[in-house]
């Protein structure tokens, strides 16, 4: 199917120019690729290489980690991991859930009107290149509530990728459909309804998920400008008093909330798509 | 056919929609401005204003050249260790189970929430923004180089093998060229995660344009900041078309990029 | 309101049945970036109901084009169309199509494909898809996704889905073209068994030469670069036809006949060349 089964390991000729790696299962070497992450993790601490004996070992980290999961204060005398998980996933959460809310049917309609399409775009067209991020300030200004101004960044951050990806999905439709429902008695709305809809939920759902990654970087950013609770609230306060073991519990539940949250957006996505499955 | 102002004209004609539409932006912003519906927000005329008299000074200046070399710099970087990285996962299953899951453990990191780390780990501040904006460019143009790999048309490989072609020519002549839309994707993307990145660690360690508006923020300088964010924004812009131009550029034999 | 074709309403030209086309005179012309490209000349034609013509020409001829203009895809830069003495204005469910590529929607089941015109117009029968589907020889398909299918079988449910809809006329763009050499003959077969059972009138296009003859009442042979209309055969082969008749003499004559203006008129294109 994909060029690495065909005729990418031959070519390569791996197994020819390496003859010491054995042919194992492959979840051998997946299993190799994360002892050696955590091996090499572990040496830079043993050996100090550059900063890194300011930073805890695997095996610290993981202790930790289960304390943390048990409710122990992120910080000494903080709150726990999940006062602080609840903030953040409320923020991301409000602004990811408006930005869908506005940048869907928006991006239907700027991608099916032509009126929408040469009169609205150009506007989101010209704020789109500012980083979410460089709204802090203004948020802050603007929003009297610290949560109205971070979800606020959040929205700016996921909204555009999700109203790209609708318009470009809406317009990417094969004409011949658009004949067939025609040809077939359809009328414009029945273009929308069995057409342009389902044709652009790939798009759609590949919008979310750039829009979710950019939603977490934008909350992350937010909270250690700006922010009282929240995880990168946290991290950020741990940086500053020099809790490096939290600094990298932060880092993980960030890294574990933000695959969560995409491989979950990624499977109602397959959901919602049951025909794209059939086809490769 | 037609005389060169004839042309030009209907080009004017053509592009109304967009001065109308922009204009229907600032509108808004003035009169969100003007009766205070949002707190002290500064209008367009201050903002304006702000960006002719930042202009001219050597703040302004140092903090740009900053900036850019904060982006263009890990931007590179990620760019020549992300493509043949991609190459190679893309290629060989044996390498991709060997290096890819310890990528994809660090991936769905946000890479801001790095930088308390980059601080302490790296010798230079300028180093650990580097390295953020280093980590926002360097995972979509990965997994987009992956993504046109593994989407080769074996054929090609295939038709050039059977014409006397050596690995080397597989790839130039092959495997590279039939990837080049994807990786021209992840660079855009890269790009543009890049700036996002940027803003976010500027303003956290303090430094660039980042740096620039924080402190418009902090000493209440409230048009400086709308200033500040509309420079960000067009430098950004800036730096994407450019991606763009170039991928247009090496790919005119590509439908997709051209249209 | 368009339930009920068969009921004659008026009279146009010689029969009372509806699905009569014609073509005045029809010229399109395409003006991308300033070049003036003719993909159609001054088609006069004239399409009797019931009746079976196909187009037969090289790519590039403009028979696509033309059936465009007869399913009102596309509008005449000059000329007409007229279905039942009413002028084309836009596609209409009495004209149904059968598309080159397949063009079942993909993210609708088999069933839900088939009912899809009835449902937009709000006149679905529960089963009928199912009775098409076994018509068609693919029951128990209902509830699978078109890329389910093999090329022949997506065919046959595009036929139903047509089919479905119960139009005057049945426009098919070499809906056969991408079919394997034994699956398109089976599929002629069958189609000519369709069109014998409730003859609707049927403008196929072709660029194959013995199908083209097979199937049709009359051919009807394009030239390409303005396409223009070359020839207009009378195919004088008794029906109900089957795959034999592809070996008789008066078959094998008119192939001759046709292959003979076709390779004239490639030769004049290269000549002028």
């Known amino acids: 199917m994909s060029i690495s089964d065909s005729v990418g390991e031959k070519w390569l000729g791996v197994s020819q120019q390496l003859p010491s790696l054995p042919a194992l299962p492959r979840p051998v070497y997946k299993g190799a690729s994360i002892l050696l992450f955590l091996g090499a993790w572990w040496l830079f601490v043993a050996i100090e290489f550059l900063g890194f004996r ?47 809310c506005t940048a869907i049917p928006l991006g239907l309609l700027i991608g099916w009107s032509n009126v929408f399409d040469r009169y609205l775009l150009p506007a989101f067209e010209v704020l789109r290149p500012i980083p979410p991020v460089a709204w802090v300030p203004i948020a802050l200004i603007g929003f009297t509530s610290e949560l109205m101004s971070i979800v606020w960044v959040v929205f700016v951050g996921v909204f555009f990728p ?56 934008a909350v992350v950013a937010a909270e250690m400008i700006s922010g009282n609770y929240g995880v990168g609230y946290a991290t950020y306060q741990a940086y500053r008093v020099m809790d490096t073991q939290t600094v990298v519990i932060g880092i993980i539940i960030l890294g574990a909330y933000g695959a ?21 | 056919m037609s005389a060169v102002s004839g042309f030009n004209r209907l080009s004017v004609l053509e592009h109304a929609n967009v001065v109308v539409s922009i204009l229907g932006l600032v509108f808004v912003w003035w009169l969100l401005a003007v009766n205070g519906a949002i707190n002290s927000l500064p209008g367009p005329l201050p903002a304006v204003n702000a960006m002719v008299s930042m202009l001219p000074t050597g703040e302004f200046h140092s903090s740009v050249i900053a900036s850019l070399r904060h982006v263009f710099v890990p931007y ?57 904006t280093f980590m926002g460019a360097f995972f979509p143009i990965l997994l987009n180089t992956i993504r046109g790999v593994e989407r080769v048309e074996p054929d090609y490989v295939k038709a050039v093998q059977c014409l006397g072609g050596t ?36 303003m956290i360690a303090d430094a660039g344009l980042g740096r620039l508006i924080w402190v418009a923020y902090t000493t ?13 924004g067009l430098l950004g812009y800036a730096s994407s078309t450019l991606v763009r131009w170039i991928g247009q550029r090496r790919m005119s034999w590509n439908v997709e990029t051209a249209s | 309101m368009t339930g009920q074709q068969h009921e004659t309403t008026e009279e146009t030209g010689s029969t009372a049945q509806q699905g009569s086309v014609l073509l005045d ?78 063009r079942l929607l993909p993210w609708k089941t088999i069933e839900e494909n088939v009912n899809l015109g009835p449902k937009m117009r709000g006149e679905l029968v529960e089963g009928r898809a199912s009775e098409l589907l076994a018509e068609m020889g693919i029951e128990g398909t209902e509830d699978q996704y078109p890329t389910e299918l093999s090329g022949g079988m997506q065919q046959r449910a595009e036929i139903a889905r047509l089919l479905a809809n119960d139009p005057d006329i049945m426009l098919m763009d070499e809906p056969f073209s991408a079919l394997d050499a034994l699956t398109k003959e089976i599929m002629q077969e ?39 209309v070359k020839a207009d055969i009378e195919v004088d082969i008794p029906r109900p036809r089957n795959l034999d008749v592809t070996t008789t003499d008066r078959f094998k004559e008119l192939e001759r006949e046709v292959l003979e203006l076709i390779h004239s008129e490639a030769r004049e294109a290269m000549g002028g060349a």
């Open chain 1, 54 to 100: 300011l930073i805890p070992t695997p095996v610290e980290t993981i202790r930790a980690l289960v304390e943390s999961i048990q409710g122990a204060p992120l910080t000494s005398g903080g709150q726990s991991l999940y006062t602080h998980s609840y903030y953040t996933i409320m923020r991301v959460g409000l602004g990811i859930g408006l930005g869908i």
């Open chain 1, 162 to 217: 999700i109203l790209i990806n609708t318009i470009d999905g809406v317009k990417d439709i094969e004409t011949d459909y658009v004949r067939a429902i025609y040809s077939l008695g359809g009328s414009r709305i029945d273009l929308f309804r069995h057409v342009i809809v389902p044709s652009a939920i790939s798009s759609m759902v590949t919008g979310t998920v750039i829009g979710i990654g950019i939603g977490w970087i």
């Open chain 1, 260 to 280: 969560l949250s995409s491989a979950f957006v990624s499977l109602l996505g397959r959901r919602l798509t049951p025909w794209e499955r059939l086809e490769s």
């Open chain 2, 76 to 132: 590179l970087a990620a760019t020549a260790l992300a493509v043949p990285l991609g190459v190679a996962i893309g290629l060989s299953l044996t390498f991709r189970d060997l290096v890819f899951p310890s990528l994809e453990m660090l991936r769905p990191v946000p890479p801001i929430a790095w930088i308390p780390i980059a601080i302490l780990v790296l010798p230079t501040t300028l180093a650990s923004i580097m390295f953020i």
């Open chain 2, 167 to 202: 690995r080397r020519d597989v790839l130039r002549q092959a495997i590279l060229p039939a990837a080049l839309p994807s990786i021209h994707t992840g660079l855009v993307i890269g790009m543009g995660l890049a700036w996002v990145n940027l803003v976010a660690a500027e």
């Open chain 2, 220 to 232: 209440g300088n409230y048009a400086n900041i709308v200033a500040g964010v509309i420079f960000v």
């Open chain 3, 25 to 102: 005179e029809v010229t399109k012309v395409y003006d991308p970036d300033g070049e003036h490209v003719v993909a159609v000349d001054d088609v006069d034609l004239r399409i009797d109901a019931g009746e079976f013509i196909t187009v037969l020409g090289p790519s590039g001829c403009g028979k696509s084009t033309l059936m465009n203009c007869i399913a009102g895809f596309l509008e005449p830069t000059s000329g007409h169309v007229y279905v039942d003495g009413d002028r084309v204005e836009g596609p209409s469910e009495r004209r149904g199509v059968v598309f080159q590529a397949n």
């Open chain 3, 190 to 228: 069958m189609l000519l068994e369709i069109w014998e059972k409730d003859n609707r009138t049927v403008v196929f296009i072709t660029h194959d030469v013995s199908e083209a003859i097979f199937l049709a009442d009359r051919v009807v042979v394009m030239s390409a670069a303005p396409g223009e």
